[in-house]
């Protein structure tokens, strides 16, 4: 990048936080994606939501792209620049401005990490429900961009139902307010929902107000074993339909829960095909009556061994453990290559069987996890980054994966986004109109292209 | 060094949160992720031994933080140092490096020599010997920071006073091998006669041989493996004289380090060596029920930290606890983020003083809300560090090694 150029970044965020050396950008060209790398030009770490705006307004006079990036942890390539493009970290922007009480909303920065959210609410007795399995380390301006979900999804949904709030630096510059502390509000077109989840490609954020609730008073923990993958999926769909919602219903298969308890040693069974991980939260007479009927569900489908968490230390190690799991799953091979394809919780067990079949057929080793009570499920290919032919065929496996969970109704990444990994599938879904006016909103917010190009389509 | 282990490393970003330098910059080179992706860079040919990159990487602490937190079994700590030794060894050593880490520390007569004239009144030598034991930057700057520290230094160091063969109170129960670490010999020997006394009391003929060397760890801080080498042969040779039981320390680098003898030298003398060895907390545990019944009420609020060596490097984490909680009257009050390292990291505070510094405040900061009266550790370093630290920003909490307290309560 032109040595100028980054001068005149480099007044405005100044020197320490301008990285501009070959070692630096070498370690910015990566996040967790696997098979994507790309350096970037140069990095800013910008200290206030002003030297952001500065940066956006010199960058879009210049044509240079930016991208925005919170901690790197996101698995579709979104936070990866080319050579010219400039990338912003948002970490010093860590700040919990406000948390009322009142209106029940909190106020913060983007840098601000989902689970330190997560402590200063609850220490008030309110509730942040999205919970990433990166929660430690992610943060809010990236969970809102990919509109993350999380274990708790099922029952208190994603990012998006939370989102209440947007302050934006557009591409030139210039802020957008979206939204507020207002529960309703229908004065012109709704941009929140287009804002969450458009991946750092339609404005830079610089503030988010998320809503609060209550946090449950009681939770229940439980684990129960499958010997068989295909009943733990009946067990999804039948614990739905019995109108019980718990907040997390979690699913693990037996190449996960190998690896998962390798490290965490928490216990987990190694002798049974599947896991459900399940958590009911509440009031805590409805949590009793809610925890009998999933116990009973479960051993009407098979269920080997039912275990109820003893204490809150228990069902955070399982928690906490379950986490872990697509790390974890990298222990037995150098590369993880998961997906993210999400169907209507109906089709769960039809879809477990599309990934095993898959994985025979082009001779892959798949270790399936996820938020099956979501119909999300993260079917990961163990492979070997050196061993082409074997990458070869794992996204041929994930070819048909992803054209069976369209066929079921279902869409190409829950969670994740589409970013430069999912690029390619997503005509398939959307089709031509639906790419057409995704443009046209790509071109409404930002004519000139710069915000965080090569992502979507 | 192992391509596999570097290329292991997903990128997933769950040691972040856990390192202790990437907390206080935020970025990305100073992060285990960082670390691992520029040692790997570096074997595949795209980046080279620049200064810069060298000077990266010499910011890691070696805390192993992020082994703990990895999900995927990668230490990016241990490639770091890993990576260090091997550059080093195509390089010779410099004359300082000589001179401590093969002249003095495999030498404790030496050591001692050169250390205990210049006791308490040589501020600089004193200082550097001591504190870093295998440093080698001749004059660090924050010299004085370190002299209140000088004032309670055993008249002699502990090596050369200590009964070579204690006998048990009691029924004998068994018998262990005391690896009495440096740094404790030399200015902690108080809390290692508790060690003593309590494995004593506890039935246990407590051997301490005298020609024991020292552990090793400096010479692998330094890169300097085959130094290492050396002294594992040379302990594990000593301690193979005696039918011990276990060889315990109360020093968490000495046995971090000594647990490792068997990584780097596969013989089968090493691995029975290194299978014997114990932390201090470890062999206490063992006899809870005893200990309840000796000791005595000690109303004081106190809090704990966990050293890295001990924690992340043995994973040891309940056993401290426990012990304390045995103490009738205590008042425990658990440290937020208790398991994250202080700044001393060896003789990390005297390279780089500025990032230690911002890494004890932070461990400062979580010690003040706790409101404890009394810092319980067990590892020297930290024990230096944060003595240190106290001293200068909360001179109201006292700080005492695990068997100090224990000893206190029972009243030996
Ligand atoms: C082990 C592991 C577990 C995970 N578990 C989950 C899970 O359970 N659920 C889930 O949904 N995801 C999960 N993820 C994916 C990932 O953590 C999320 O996508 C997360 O939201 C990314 O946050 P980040 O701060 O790392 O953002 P980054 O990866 O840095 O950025 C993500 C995207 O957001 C954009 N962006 C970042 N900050 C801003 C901003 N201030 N303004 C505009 N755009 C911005 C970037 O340009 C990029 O496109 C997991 C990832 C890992 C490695
Ligand atoms: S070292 Fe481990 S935790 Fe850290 S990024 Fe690599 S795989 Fe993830
Ligand atoms: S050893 Fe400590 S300082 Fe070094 S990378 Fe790991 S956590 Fe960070």
Not at chain 1, 43 to 70: K, Q, W
Request: with cysteine.
């Amino acid at each position: 990048m032109n040595p100028s150029f980054i001068k005149e970044l480099q007044a405005i965020v100044g020197q320490q936080y301008t990285l501009s050396d070959r070692e630096s950008l070498a370690v910015y060209g990566y996040d967790a994606t696997p098979e994507l790398e790309s350096r970037p030009g140069v990095v800013l770490m910008p200290g206030s939501s002003d030297e952001i705006a500065r940066i956006m307004r010199l960058c879009h006079g210049a044509g240079i792209s930016v991208t925005p990036r919170g901690s790197g942890t996101n698995l579709s390539g979104g936070s990866i620049a080319g050579s010219e493009g400039v990338v912003v970290q948002t970490s010093r922007l860590n700040r919990i401005i406000e948390v009322d009480e009142e209106n029940l909303t909190a106020t913060v920065e983007p840098g601000v990490i989902t689970s330190a959210l997560h402590r200063e609410v609850e220490a008030r007795g309110l509730f942040y429900p999205p919970d990433p399995g990166s929660m430690n380390i992610s943060t809010m301006g990236g969970n809102v961009a990919e509109n993350s979900g999380g274990l708790r999804g099922l029952k208190y949904g994603v990012t998006a139902n939370y989102v209440m709030g947007l302050e934006t630096i557009l591409a030139d510059g210039s802020l957008l307010h979206t939204g507020g502390k207002v529960v309703k509000d229908v004065a012109g077109y709704c941009l929140n929902p287009l804002l969450v989840s458009s991946e750092g490609t339609l404005g830079f954020f610089t503030g988010i107000t998320v809503k609060l609730i209550p946090k449950p008073q009681v939770k229940t923990t439980m684990l129960a074993h499958f010997p068989e993958m295909r009943q733990a999926a009946l067990t999804v769909s039948a614990i739905i339909a019995a109108k019980v919602i718990p907040a997390t219903l979690e699913f693990l298969d037996k190449v996960t829960i190998k690896c998962v308890e390798d490290y965490a040693h928490v216990g987990l069974p190694l002798d049974v095909d599947a896991v459900l991980l399940i958590e009911v939260d509440g009031h805590p007479v409805v949590v009793a009556e809610e925890a009998a009927a999933v116990e009973a569900i479960c051993r009407k489908h098979g269920c080997s061994f039912f275990q109820t968490a003893k204490n809150a230390d228990e069902a955070l190690n399982l928690a906490t453990a379950r986490r872990t799991a697509l790390s974890a799953l990298a222990r037995l091979k150098p590369t993880t290559i998961l997906e993210d394809a999400t169907v209507p919780r109906s089709c769960i067990a039809a879809m477990l069987k599309v990934i095993q079949d898959s994985a025979k057929k082009h001779n892959v080793t798949i270790g399936t996890f996820g938020h099956a009570g979501d119909g999300n499920l993260h079917p990961t290919c163990l492979t070997d980054e050196r061993d082409k032919d074997e990458i070869a065929r794992a996204h041929k496996a994930f070819d048909e994966i992803f054209d069976a969970a369209i066929s079921m109704g279902g869409t190409i990444t829950g969670e994740h986004g589409v970013g430069m990994a999912k690029k390619k599938y997503l005509p398939r879904l959307v089709g031509e109109s639906g790419i057409r006016v995704m443009r046209g909103i790509k071109q409404a917010f930002d004519p000139k292209g710069i915000l965080n190009p090569g992502k979507i389509f | 060094m192992d391509y596999v282990k570097l290329i292991n490393c997903m990128r997933c970003g769950m040691c972040l949160p856990a390192c202790p330098t990437y907390k206080e910059t935020f970025l990305e080179t100073a992060s285990p992720r960082g670390r691992v992706a520029l040692v790997r860079k570096l074997q595949e040919g795209e980046l080279d031994q620049s200064a810069r990159l060298l000077e990266y990487l010499s910011l890691c602490i070696d805390c192993q933080a992020c082994a703990s937190s990895c999900p995927c079994g990668v230490n990016a700590g241990e490639l770091v140092a890993e990576f260090t030794c091997e550059r080093k060894a195509e390089d010779r050593l410099s004359f300082m490096e000589d001179l401590v880490l093969r002249k003095l520390l495999p030498h404790p007569d030496r050591l001692e020599a050169a250390i205990v004239p210049m006791r308490l009144y040589q501020r600089i030598g004193l200082q550097k010997l001591v504190r870093t034991l295998g440093i080698l930057k001749m004059f660090p700057k924050p010299l004085d920071r370190m002299e209140g520290l000088l004032t309670d230094l055993p008249e002699r160091p502990l090596r050369q006073v200590i009964q070579a063969d204690m006998p048990a109170r009691g029924a004998v129960r068994g018998t262990i091998g005391f690896f009495l670490g440096c740094v404790m010999s030399l200015i902690f020997s108080d809390a290692s006669r508790a060690t003593i006394k309590l494995l004593t009391l506890l039935g246990y003929r407590v051997i301490t041989p005298k020609n024991q060397v020292c552990c090793g760890a400096p010479n692998m801080l330094s890169g300097d493996l085959a130094g290492l080498k050396d002294a594992a042969r040379k302990n594990v040779n000593i301690f193979g004289g005696f039918d011990l039981d276990f060889i315990v320390t109360d020093c968490g680098g000495c046995g971090a380090e000594l647990k490792k003898y068997s990584h780097h030298l596969n013989e089968p003398s090493v691995a029975s060596f290194s299978n014997k060895v114990r932390d201090i907390s470890q062999v206490l545990t063992m006899h809870a029920d005893e200990l309840k019944a000796i000791l005595t009420p000690l109303p004081l609020k106190v809090t704990y930290h966990d050293p890295c060596h001990i924690a992340h490097c043995q994973g040891i984490r309940k056993q401290p606890r426990e012990l304390l909680n045995l103490v009738p009257g205590l008042k425990y009050t658990e440290l937020e983020n208790a398991d994250a390292c202080c700044g001393g990291g060896g003789t990390y505070n005297i390279e780089k003083p500025q990032m230690a510094d911002l890494i004890l405040r932070r461990k400062l900061d979580t010690i003040r809300a706790t409101g404890a009266e009394v810092l319980v550790t067990g590892n020297p370093g930290c024990l230096l560090q944060l003595k240190k630290g106290l001293m200068d920003h909360l001179p109201q909490v006292k700080i005492m090694h695990l068997t100090e307290l224990l000893a206190k309560s029972i009243g030996v």
